[in-house]
């Protein structure tokens, strides 16, 4: 059941944020036949990040619509992202900061063996602090998931 | 007091462990004139984890040993990304998980005001999952700290 | 000063809403001379849970309005009861989700020594997920304090 | 993609551990072809009890071994079922507090839809307290996963 | 239900480790004709910390020895102080860092009302740091049970 | 490295807020030559306590406006109290619960070594509680970190 170096979904997760080359690393993720999409969302409520990330892999058809068991899997890839991003307590506003992030959501196998399937990662970079410009320092997260 | 783009502390201490060509990477950071290191860590225990970062750092100059008020920079910023990487709980081996990590710190400035001084950057990337080889998934953490 | 068996006041709030024959559990905790409650509360932010509760005890007289000693062991029971159905931060709309619950109170003598005097339990039952129906799954909660 | 009444998974697993008359339950489980089994144990090491449910769900197949997605999708039910038993830090000896619970794992379709496919519930039903026979009170815990 | 000025049973559960003039503080209590001890602890292991408080409480006769309703309320007492003290995980060696505290115990009636009987409160303080003398800042915590 | 018994900056700020005669605390930090100030927060929200503290310590010019890194050596401090002040979840409002706090804010120099330089300790001491008046217990906080 060994994770394949070529297949790294994290790593590549990340790396679609934090590559200067970010096609190279699309095309990776495309060449192993898997679905991927990036955006941003800056808020101070959590709640606004989970959605962006959830409406984005609804619409690019990384997750299916309708299907709980999908929309759980995201869910809570997404909320050990937060983990990340916040380090303590997953909140924003409500302790008086603010975030600015890019996020990528990659879905693909990973392991070696078929019978381990198919798993999502959610990844988060970007910047958290205080809702006054500048006032803020770098942060990433990464959750992942069986799908 | 804005974050200088080229000077990106915490994107510079994840590539150190993500990118293809490490040296790369590593170049930025002393052209820079910063300072940094890498290495390894396995364990159950969330102690040998801080306390492997923390010799790196101090072996490698990148921490002054004997001033605490780094060694305090220092163990906020790791604990900061044990939180990415454990996502909910700081804890290994006591909830039966164990990591495979590699861990870079970078040290310097990375805000275009000289009055922002020199913070410090700590990545982990690895894997974490049950003590069974291959039962595992990716993880990844950053912890930033004005020092 | 053991948990009478007959008398697991946390068993019985649980069974409160779980049990198919709910009168037969109401039955047994009438015969053992304690007092309950139930009810229900839908909510995308926990503080309506807690005041739901809240009230609910004040008006079947299961706390004493005004003993601030009485609310403060309910207040701690509903809480440990909510990390339960929200397992990691005591978050709803605020990481985007919300519940659908059921919720019963008992207080009673659940020792068999005299001495230890009366306890509080909260239990709660009922769905967590996103807030889009039937993106959820069951959750549980249960709290237990002396009072 | 709505939770079926009759297959509620969550309140199977619990009920397998409160109920009176714990064969009805089982025999509710079977009927809907499901797979479910119990076990007990009691430490002071959060560790030993993720092992003892890991061992049981694989001693009696209801997870494959050797097959990391179905260790991924137990491992995190486990855990959120702890939070419910902890209710605030996933520590024992660690804080001083040691547990007696009995444990269910049950696996089945709980939805309407079969693309929502089988899940797993983890229950958890004891005491928790002081290292000192009688000074514990009760604890539950509940966690859902896809699988 | 008011808290009474004089009898501010926390302010003064810390004023037995700050006050230079400790003598004042404990003649305070005594004349309240409340109970109070205090004693040290040093130790890497939190449930070093939470066994000290304990043994301390039962042998200057705090809580009654063998009553579960007084340890029950002494133990979330020590919990939240250490909260104060650990500020995030209640976590000390396995997180690679150690405490030496001093601690006082006051159990007393802080409010007007008789009806609001008995409270307990657990002060904490001293340093927090790495196993390295000197390598530590300060630490407070404050818990409040009723009893 | 080691603390400086005079000069504990986190004893100095808790006794700023308990001390009977808070002029004789606030002399002894004034001829130490550091920077302090006092003030009162009353909110269920997290983010008003946090803001009440930012700005009283850029109107008395304990930290640089305009300067992150200060700001950010205060913002972690404030949340290290608030931990200390909600013992779980840096939550008040969203469990209904609020705070009535007088703070203090320290800056100097507590050890003995000038490489150590300067560091910031933020106070917090008041009440915690239903928002209903007396419906409420004492609370403390501290937390203190290099600036
Ligand atoms: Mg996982
Ligand atoms: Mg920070
Ligand atoms: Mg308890
Ligand atoms: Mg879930
Ligand atoms: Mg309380
Ligand atoms: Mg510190």
Redesign the interface.
């Known amino acids: ?3 394949n170096k070529e297949r ?4 590549l997760a ?2 679609m944020l ?1 590559d200067d080359d970010k096609e190279r690393t699309l095309e990776i993720v495309k060449e192993l036949g898997w679905t991927t999409c990036t955006g941003k969302v800056g808020s101070m ?3 606004k990040v ?2 962006a990330i ?1 409406t984005a892999a609804r619409k690019n058809e990384i997750v ?1 619509t ?4 999908e ?3 995201l ?2 890839a997404i ?2 992202a ?10 924003l ?5 603010t975030v600015g992030l890019s996020f990528a959501i990659v879905r693909g196998e ?2 070696d ?1 078929s ?3 198919e ?1 999502i ?1 959610v ?1 988060l ?1 970007g ?1 958290i ?2 809702p ?15 799908i």
Chains 1, 2, 3, 4, 5, 6 share one sequence.
Do not use: C, D, F
């Open positions: 059941m060994s994770l790294r979904i994290g790593r990340v790396m934090l409520e959590a709640s989970v959605a959830e299916k309708g299907v709980y068991r929309g759980h899997a869910y809570h909320i050990e937060l983990h990340g991003v916040t380090r303590g307590q997953v909140q506003g409500s302790v008086l900061r990973p392991y063996s019978e381990e399937g798993w990662a990844s970079y910047t602090g205080a006054m410009k500048g006032a803020e320092h770098e942060t990433i997260g990464l959750g992942i998931n069986h």
